[in-house]
């Protein structure tokens, strides 16, 4: 704590956000005085914002009682002092500091998303082996719009004309957006995000950042604050960011892609390759591994009523767990690259997930085929998308029934953690299918 005293201190920071993230990935927490953070060294929060759906709504009660002190009593959240980065938005001199989750015996609370990702990395440890990933998150730049109702349009740019067709890599499309995004870049500077390559994305208005490779958990730290920060960036220009999964009629989805590898922790040799330069067998069990586990975890990767409308017919997403070298059209692809970076890329995660779920999900299914030598099918040549065998739940519903129902997530992440997260997401289904939608006023109301 007296490092992170100095460096608040260093900063003439006078108000702290503090920070944790629930289950959908929303942060929760408090604002206090600086003083007063150094003084408590954390905050309480009741440990039922861990149960929380995105509408603000709760578990059924049996559920709630079964998984949560009856008492509704307070989690000890701790700040972790590797997590601090300032709030380059805000009028006075602001920090953020993500927090850990305890209860009152110092045990980690397994309803905390940061801290299944955290578990996941001790497995990797125990074998002597460093996971990296590298996510790349796309997005969508839109008008904005009170009316929910409405469908979402295009932004205005700086040319007074609002976007239209497809730009895929369109340098001077990205341009029209040059001031929001100097912001963007100006603010995940000064905190200290580690993103690489702006791209212009294949639907309108929708583009890409990429992160740099590095530590799985530093780096959904950064998903996490980055998409709070991509956010503020276009309100400040009039503008919407939205990371839904399908935000667009007839335009592609968003994804959040996460390239992974795995390195020998003591020599920092990649495990994926042989030493003549080969696919690895761990390498090829960690990708049987995703192949298997993946449809029973997707809820994890694909958490919303939406997000499976990425996964529709004649879209840009791959529905498959296939893998394939440098096949795009699979949902596991392997990147041309030399042997120490051999990695797999995931492209199955949406936009809208949680990333320390995504990322602990996908680590723990690849982590999973290793130990129990799950061998992959072989590698797709040409295209994937027709291919009927490994195919994924195509509703939430479903995947939802597949995941509680999956002995190893319980075993690894908890049963307390898949009933609740199976639980809330339930909440968020039914309360979805209480709206009636427009689709169903323009065809049903006059004509059935």
Same mark, same amino acid.
């Given at each position: 704590?007296?490092?992170?005293?100095?460096?608040?201190?260093?900063?003439?920071?006078?108000?702290?956000?503090?920070?944790?993230?629930?289950?959908?990935?929303?942060?929760? %927490?408090?604002?206090? @005085?600086?003083? &007063?953070?150094?003084?408590?060294?954390?905050?309480?929060?009741?440990?039922?914002?861990?149960?929380?759906?995105?509408?603000?709504?709760?578990?059924?009660?049996?559920?709630?009682?079964?998984?949560?002190?009856?008492?509704?009593?307070? #989690?000890?959240?701790?700040?972790?002092?590797?997590?601090?980065?300032?709030?380059?938005?805000?009028?006075?001199?602001?920090?953020?500091?993500?927090?850990?989750?305890?209860?009152?015996?110092?045990?980690?609370?397994?309803?905390?998303?940061?801290?299944?990702? +955290?578990?996941?990395?001790?497995?990797?440890?125990? +074998?002597?082996?460093?996971?990296?990933?590298?996510?790349? #998150?796309?997005?969508?730049?839109?008008?904005?719009?009170?009316?929910?109702?409405?469908?979402?349009?295009?932004?205005? %740019?700086?040319?007074?004309?609002?976007?239209?067709?497809?730009?895929?890599?369109?340098?001077?499309?990205?341009?029209?957006?040059?001031?929001?995004?100097?912001?963007?870049?100006?603010?995940?500077?000064?905190?200290?995000?580690?993103?690489?390559?702006?791209?212009?994305?294949? %639907?309108?208005?929708?583009?890409?950042?990429?992160?740099?490779?590095?530590? @799985?958990?530093?780096?959904?730290?950064?998903?996490?604050?980055?998409?709070?920060?991509?956010?503020?960036?276009?309100?400040?220009?009039?503008?919407?960011?939205?990371?839904?999964?399908?935000?667009?009629?007839?335009?592609?989805?968003?994804?959040?892609?996460?390239?992974?590898?795995?390195?020998?922790?003591?020599?920092?040799?990649?495990?994926?390759?042989?030493?003549?330069?080969?696919?690895?067998?761990?390498?090829?069990?960690?990708?049987?591994?995703?192949?298997?586990?993946?449809?029973?975890?997707?809820?994890?990767?694909?958490?919303?009523?939406?997000?499976?409308?990425?996964?529709?017919?004649?879209?840009?997403?791959?529905?498959?767990?296939?893998?394939?070298?440098?096949?795009?059209?699979?949902?596991?692809?392997?990147?041309?690259?030399?042997?120490?970076?051999?990695?797999?890329?995931?492209?199955?995660?949406?936009?809208?997930?949680?990333?320390?779920?995504?990322?602990?999900?996908?680590?723990?299914?690849?982590?999973? %085929?290793?130990?129990? +030598?799950?061998? @992959?099918?072989?590698?797709?040549?040409?295209?994937?998308?027709?291919?009927?065998?490994?195919?994924?739940?195509?509703?939430?519903?479903?995947?939802?029934?597949?995941?509680?129902?999956?002995?190893?997530?319980?075993?690894?992440?908890?049963?307390?953690?898949?009933?609740?997260?199976?639980?809330?997401?339930?909440?968020?289904?039914?309360?979805? &299918?209480?709206?009636?939608?427009?689709?169903?006023?323009?065809?049903?109301?006059?004509?059935?």
């Amino acid at each position: 704590m007296k490092d992170l005293e100095s460096w608040l201190k260093e900063r003439r920071i006078t108000e702290v956000e503090c920070l944790v993230s629930d289950i959908t990935g929303i942060a929760r %927490g408090k604002i206090t @005085p600086v003083s &007063k953070f150094v003084a408590e060294k954390g905050m309480r929060l009741p440990e039922s914002v861990l149960l929380q759906s995105v509408t603000g709504d709760y578990v059924e009660d049996d559920i709630y009682y079964s998984l949560l002190d009856p008492a509704d009593i307070d #989690m000890v959240c701790k700040p972790d002092a590797t997590a601090a980065y300032p709030v380059p938005w805000a009028l006075e001199p602001t920090a953020q500091v993500i927090h850990d989750c305890f209860d009152k015996m110092g045990n980690p609370i397994e309803l905390s998303a940061r801290n299944q990702l +955290k578990k996941v990395l001790a497995l990797y440890a125990e +074998k002597g082996w460093k996971p990296v990933v590298a996510p790349e #998150m796309e997005f969508y730049l839109t008008k904005r719009c009170e009316d929910p109702d409405l469908p979402l349009q295009p932004p205005i %740019g700086r040319s007074g004309r609002q976007e239209t067709g497809r730009q895929s890599f369109s340098i001077d499309a990205a341009n029209e957006f040059d001031p929001l995004f100097e912001d963007m870049y100006d603010w995940c500077e000064a905190q200290g995000l580690d993103i690489d390559t702006l791209i212009h994305e294949e %639907g309108t208005a929708q583009m890409e950042i990429n992160f740099r490779h590095g530590d @799985p958990l530093m780096l959904a730290d950064q998903v996490f604050l980055f998409k709070r920060t991509m956010r503020e960036a276009a309100l400040k220009h009039d503008v919407a960011a939205t990371f839904m999964a399908k935000p667009v009629t007839n335009e592609p989805g968003s994804a959040m892609h996460i390239h992974q590898s795995v390195l020998d922790a003591r020599t920092g040799k990649s495990i994926f390759s042989n030493d003549d330069g080969t696919m690895s067998q761990l390498f090829l069990h960690h990708i049987g591994g995703l192949q298997k586990f993946i449809p029973e975890s997707l809820p994890l990767m694909a958490p919303n009523v939406n997000s499976f409308r990425r996964f529709l017919p004649d879209t840009s997403a791959p529905v498959n767990v296939e893998w394939g070298e440098e096949n795009r059209t699979c949902g596991l692809r392997v990147p041309d690259s030399n042997p120490q970076n051999r990695r797999v890329e995931n492209r199955l995660p949406g936009a809208d997930a949680n990333a320390y779920l995504a990322i602990a999900a996908s680590l723990l299914c690849g982590y999973l %085929g290793m130990v129990q +030598k799950v061998n @992959p099918s072989a590698p797709v040549q040409g295209r994937a998308f027709e291919r009927r065998n490994l195919r994924l739940p195509f509703t939430l519903e479903m995947a939802l029934e597949r995941m509680e129902h999956c002995d190893e997530l319980t075993r690894y992440m908890g049963s307390k953690f898949v009933t609740g997260f199976v639980a809330v997401k339930r909440v968020e289904n039914e309360n979805f &299918k209480r709206v009636i939608s427009s689709w169903e006023r323009e065809f049903l109301l006059l004509s059935v």
